[in-house]
């Protein structure tokens, strides 16, 4: 089973940058379609990013243009936001699942996530 690792969050100004990574242990990310969802208290989590296995990626509408997954290596997912704004704030998970998808109810490992907060 893969156990997931965010790291990179941080408090930043909006129009700043940051990059989140995610890192893998006990099994290859190769095998999974790997993304990244974020949420805030009394929020559904929200679908970010995919990479499928092939490199393919998809963003939501409210990140496109401003945000890159890419994977690095077999073992680590990146997530790199520029000109970040006050509504990017929420914590960011790493994901895992079998298939491509964008609902959090088919996602089969998660980590902890990663605090992002934008200041206005």
């Known amino acids: 089973q893969v156990q997931l690792v965010e790291s990179g969050g941080g408090l930043v100004q909006a129009g700043d940058s940051l990059r989140l990574s995610c890192t893998a242990s006990?099994?290859?990310?190769?095998?999974?379609?790997m993304s990244w969802f974020r949420q805030v208290p009394g929020n559904e989590r929200e679908f970010v990013a995919i990479?499928?296995?092939?490199?393919?990626q998809y963003y939501a509408d409210a990140v496109k243009g401003r945000f890159t997954i890419s994977r690095d290596g077999a073992d680590t997912l990146n997530l790199q936001m520029d000109s970040l704004k006050s509504e990017d704030t929420g914590t960011y998970f790493c994901?895992?699942?079998?298939?491509?998808?964008?609902?959090?109810?088919?996602?089969?490992?998660w980590g902890h996530g990663t605090q992002v907060t934008v200041s206005a």
């Open positions: 006990g099994q290859t990310l190769n095998w999974y379609f």
């Open positions: 994901a895992a699942s079998d298939g491509y998808t964008m609902k959090p109810s088919d996602i089969a490992h």
């Open positions: 990479a499928s296995i092939a490199g393919d």
